[in-house]
């Protein structure tokens, strides 16, 4: 499932002949590029669920078959930021941030199988356990002109490039002029104003499958259940009687397995209050339930050492949260969040957008 849909973003959100803005609201760029906004958000996104309204967001999709690509880190002081980069399962595989103290400079993401040298200039690698991986930067921006200002020439510096590219010069991009495109016919339906499209089709799954899986591949232990999976799709692939069983097997998963994974009582172990969290996020391991529903309610989050998510969709007293009531988040005296970048609290709606 989280490969699936991982798969299915890159394929649409790549199509565009240079990087701009879907809609003039969502990145969107040919592969090993990235694309930076300028400010928040637009709240009107809808693709990718649960953003934050407190950094500026990059994002890129990565093709590592060929060559590495190299990643620009420019020098934002003491500013909270993170470069997560994430392979096709949503693992996060990077250390790239303040919280580790990752020095202004190049950096390179390289393949599974890549044996070559490391070129002088380049920093630090990061090796993707897939061959196509997500690069989702984030740099926390105050809310005032004055940092929106202060912010942008950093921005510029943030870039991504094929390895055979590389100078050992900061390039830069002045992300304020990129162009728009038209949204896709199907997305301007009035149901996705405010939930993302259907990025997994459970009608074509299991048909699917099978190009997934040849570009993912097993961890390690894995080995014995792709083969199992295999031999089910050589059989489907033979048999219309069994690939129609593992098709209406999709869409009972869909509607009862899946969409429950929408709820954020779902979302990790209990912490007290009505709120849940999970430790886990972006180190997934072989956790496939919560992986499944993490990449459908909440993609793309990074690891414990890096952010903590608390959610709640029910009142202290474990009744659910409504419109047409007021609520308090209190803290005990001395007892804020002890973040080291920033915290903050964002209200989403069912479908996990603002």
């Known amino acids: 499932m989280a490969s699936r849909l991982v798969y299915n973003q890159r394929t649409e959100l790549t199509k565009a002949p240079e990087t701009g803005l879907l809609g003039g609201i969502m990145p969107i760029g040919p592969m090993n590029q990235v694309v930076i906004l300028t400010g928040y958000l637009d709240p009107r996104e809808t693709f990718i ?10 994002l890129g999709w990565l093709s590592l078959a060929k060559e590495p690509v190299v990643i620009q880190v420019p020098d934002f002081g003491d500013r909270f930021w993170t470069f997560p980069v994430y392979d096709a399962r949503t693992t996060e595989v990077s250390e790239l941030g303040l919280q580790y103290g990752t020095k202004p400079g190049f950096y390179m993401v390289v393949g599974p199988d890549w044996k070559g040298a490391t070129p002088a200039g380049i920093a630090g690698v990061v090796r993707s356990t897939t061959e196509f991986a997500v690069a989702m930067p984030r740099i926390f921006m105050d809310d005032t002109p004055e940092d929106h200002a202060a912010i942008q020439p950093a921005l510029s510096q943030i870039q991504y490039y094929p390895l055979s590219q590389f100078d050992g010069k900061m390039k830069t991009k002045d992300w304020s002029k990129l162009p728009h495109f038209p949204m896709p016919k199907e997305t301007t339906r009035p149901e996705y104003s405010t939930k993302q499209p259907p990025w997994v089709d459970p009608a074509v799954f299991f048909d ?39 098709r209406e097997t999709a869409f009972a998963a869909d509607k ?4 429950p994974m929408m709820q954020w009582r779902y979302d990790g172990q209990p912490a007290g209050n009505g709120w849940t969290v999970a430790y886990n996020n972006g180190a997934f391991g072989t956790d496939y339930i919560h992986r499944m529903g993490a990449v459908k309610a909440y993609p793309y989050s990074n690891k414990a050492n890096e952010t903590i998510y608390f959610q709640a969709a029910n009142d202290s007293q474990l009744q659910p949260l409504v419109g047409k009531s007021s609520y ?17 609290l964002t209200v989403y709606n069912p479908e996990h957008f603002f």
Do not use: H, R
Request: glycine share 8%; aromatic share 8%.
């Open 256 to 259: 009862e397995l899946v969409a």
């Open 49 to 58: 669920a649960i953003p934050n309204q407190d950094v500026v967001y990059g």
């Open 208 to 246: 699917q499958l099978p190009a997934v899986m040849k570009q993912v591949p097993p961890m390690p232990g894995e080995e014995a259940l792709y083969k199992w999976i295999g031999s089910v799709l050589d059989a489907a692939a033979k048999d219309p009687e069994v690939m129609n069983t593992l």
């Open 328 to 344: 308090e988040v209190t803290f005990p005296k001395g007892q804020i969040p002890p973040a080291k970048g920033f915290w903050s």
